[in-house]
């Protein structure tokens, strides 16, 4: 599990489509989870700058892999009794957006970006979603698009102001919407009940 919030920004080593290998001050190990741009993945081996992590061929085919170059997001997963700033996310992406336009506020900066109609229903205004790894609120929601105010401190500690117009970037969106939609689209015969409800709150 991960919070959404940048433990660093780590540089690119080499990236062969395959193995990624970073140069960052985070010394995790071998086995460990981190979170690249938002995206889980499994240390593959450590060196004395930094650590390389492996990507499946599945991984591949949902992540905006033209990203993981020059600077990279990272996060390492939480431990049982950290503090919980951001929110649950589990580092599996649902989709790739597209940023569509970026608007200077006087204070912090607008980002719209275009989401895919299928996890258009699991957005809501002032809801959850992780942006690249990082974990943000939602401002608004379009018809085919959300709109974020990333703040100053977010703009500085992450990569977001580099970002242009047209860059794809995973998306994950709540994990709490994603199981109410599997429960509410149950087959008939497996449909909810107020047992189930009942049930299913209790695990939260």
Known sequence: MFNGLIREIAKVVKFDGKTLSLAANFKPNLGDSIAVNGACLSVVSV????????????????????????????????????????????GHIDALGVITKIEPLK????FYIKL???????????????????????????????RLTIIPI??????????????????ETDLLARYLERMLNLPKKDELSWEKADFYASLY
């Open 107 to 110: 204070t912090g900066v607008n």
């Open 47 to 90: 060196s004395e700058g930094g650590f390389s992590v492996e990507l499946s061929s599945e991984s591949k085919e949902l992540l905006a892999i033209e990203n993981y170059k020059n600077r990279v997001h990272i996060e390492p997963a939480m431990r049982l009794g950290d503090r919980l700033d951001g929110h649950l996310m589990q």
């Open 116 to 146: 895919p109609k299928n996890i258009m229903h699991l957005v809501a205004t002032k809801g959850s979603i992780a942006v690249e790894g990082v974990s943000l609120t939602i401002n608004e929601v379009l018809s085919d698009s959300v």
């Open 154 to 171: 977010s703009l500085k500690d992450s990569l977001f102001g580099e970002f242009e117009v047209g860059r794809r970037v995973n998306i």
